[in-house]
């Protein structure tokens, strides 16, 4: 959809920017502890700013562009330093990334600073991998995990081969290959709620595909797919769940366990 | 209008349809199966992706191309198809379509007319109104003789009995072809088929196909097939009428080798068709074979309104490889039947609001999850998700300053769905309100609401956590 694989990738930064997001703000906080856990262990400021709410995604794939706009607009001047925006979410980061320049391609000055925002949004894993450069260390037992890569973290971020290197700096942990695996979980915000008999079909599959894996848990970057699979396998009765990526980086390397 | 009401698609009727496709495992685990086969031929033809996004962007460039030239390309084609002895005509609906060519049957005393492989004779529903004029239309490629045969529509563009097994088959083939026993044999059942059309190959006083790419310059009809039954129909009656839509046009010769080359690799994942049919006219006097007459019909139907806004547009580029389909976890899953439209998949949400207007549609650019498989495989990059998005908005609001209404502008608008989304934006772009709401959502976490919407269908209720981010990093900042 996008380009991946050939972004310049700056020095590592003094301080970076969170933009959290609206669903790991409700529903996943610690997933976004935990990320900023990982960064300020890499002797990184972050910097929350207590103004943001959401991307605008939810109503722009809903076909109401005025509302977006408004959202967008109201997100747009929240990180006035050139500092990085980390988001802990690959379908979030490829709203600012990529459609955050087409919602205010009618407006020359609103462009300048979408462009400018889009340049510094990095996916937290993107981050992590080409910008930190961390060097994890794995305190974990050995553990074998599935990966679950939001479509749009695929598609417009790469998100699936960034976490995959990740990854593999933790020898302990095996990442098992699940079938159909770039196939959607059937999420897609608002598509969960107006066609649930089709979503919840794709979810099923999405999860019985995971656990056939003989994993012990599966891994997500994006909070919405994780919530859709987590509340699927709940309503079976299944006792696999899934992860959000950053909790299970900073448990598997953290000295004490992730406890903090 | 009668055909057309047939392709209205109430957003209850996909919805129950879709339900009822997605609890039959029979289908789930045969669609499953064949387009798991289909997305592995054609990845086995991709071997170097830095390859196919050249070829992709070269074939995408000629179809912008055309397409931006399109007025004059059909001027041309018009032009040098009547230099070549080819009646062209212009339908710019369904019933002008059937008109033009039950005309021309009648004008032969027509009684059978044999067809190739034309989803535009589908799109204007030819079948029903030959048989409304007394006249047989017979399918010759094999799927569409099966679903003809079994009085149903295509569930694939490319394949169209692909939701049939051969046992299925079988039994129609047993049941329906006289002096046929049952047999599951798919050689002997190709057999049957073959034996039937062959006879009807030499009897048919019309045969009828569709159109691949029409080359503008010189006057040509490339048709892509596998089977020969698109060679018999142009080649054995001696009236050979083609239909397509006034996309199809291409300026040079040589602007059809890549687009050919995506559309067999992409479609079935050939390198190339078994048949590749070039039809420039009619038999010239002293050759010895060919139709006697022949007529092309270029058909509008909605397309003119796809082609007058300029991201629209894009919707035409299609070569009708079906690729979308396959890789569409939706379609997967419910089918092509369930869409209730010519096209189904995510190339039929697109095109269809064009053809039939938004207020029969408008459910369908809503039954994707937006995951950009399709738009990620299109060989001529059509940017499938964001149209996707622009025909959800446009069934939901009014047209935009400087744009035309579409057919069925607006058709889907509701007060209720209006106010939910601006009050999700009033709270969204005020902080204050926003953070008040997270504070009360989690402090009133247990009185969250059972039963959620389609949410809770497949999945347990959501549940805000004890204390949000924006508290948790608002603690931080103090301590």
Known sequence: ?260 | MNAQQLQFVPASEFKQRAAVAVSDAHLRSSFRGAMDFLIGKRAAQFPDPVLLERQRGLAEHIRKYSLARLPELLEQLERKLTENGVHVHWAENPEQANRIIIDIARSHSTKLMVKGKSMVSEEVELNHAMADAGIEALESDMGEYIVQLDGEKPSHIIMPAIHKTKQEIARLFAAKVPGVSYTESVDELIGIGRAVLREKFMTAEVGLSGVNFAVAETGTLCLVENEGNGRMCTTVPDVHIAITGIEKVVEKLEHVPPLLGLLTRSATGQAITTYFNMISGPRKPGEKDGPREMHLVLVDNGRSQAYADEQLRSTLQCIRCGACMNHCPVYTRIGGHAYGTTYPGPIGAIISPHLLGLAATHVLPTASSLCGACGEVCPVRIPIPDLLVRLRGEAQHDARPGHAPLLGQGAAKSGLVDAVWSGWAAMYTRPALYRAFGWLATRFRALTPPLQSGWTVGRTPLKPAKRTLHERMAARRVR
């Open chain 1, 1 to 260: 959809m996008e380009e991946t694989g050939n972004r310049h990738y700056p020095e590592k930064p003094a301080r970076v920017y969170l933009f959290g997001t609206c669903l790991i703000d409700l529903f996943c906080p610690e997933a976004g502890m935990d990320a900023v856990r990982l960064l300020e262990r890499e002797g990184i400021e972050v910097h929350f700013p207590a103004d943001q709410t959401c991307c605008g995604q939810p109503a722009h794939s809903s076909g109401f562009p005025e509302q977006t706009r408004a959202v967008a607009l109201s997100q747009l001047r929240l990180f006035p330093q050139a500092w990085p925006v980390i988001v802990p979410s690959g379908s979030c980061a490829g709203m600012m990334r990529h459609h955050y320049p087409k919602i205010f391609a009618d407006d020359p000055q609103l462009l300048a600073e979408a462009k400018a925002l889009a340049e510094r949004v990095f996916e937290l894993s993107e981050f992590l991998l080409e910008v930190a450069r961390v060097r994890l260390t794995d305190q974990g037992a050995p553990a074998r995990v599935a990966l679950h890569t939001s479509c749009a973290a695929r598609r417009e971020m790469g998100t699936h081969l960034h976490v995959r290197t990740l990854l593999g700096q933790l020898p302990g942990v095996e990442v098992a290959m699940h079938s159909h695996e770039s196939e959607c979980c059937g999420f897609g915000g608002t598509f969960s709620l107006k066609h649930p008999a089709i979503s919840s079909a794709m979810a099923s599959d999405k999860v019985e595909a995971l656990q056939e894996t003989g994993a012990q848990t599966f891994l997500s970057a994006d909070c919405g797919c994780m919530l859709n699979l987590n509340h699927t396998l709940q309503k079976r009765g299944d006792g696999f769940q899934g992860q959000h990526l950053a909790s299970f980086l900073w448990q598997r390397t953290a000295t004490d366990g992730g406890q903090s």
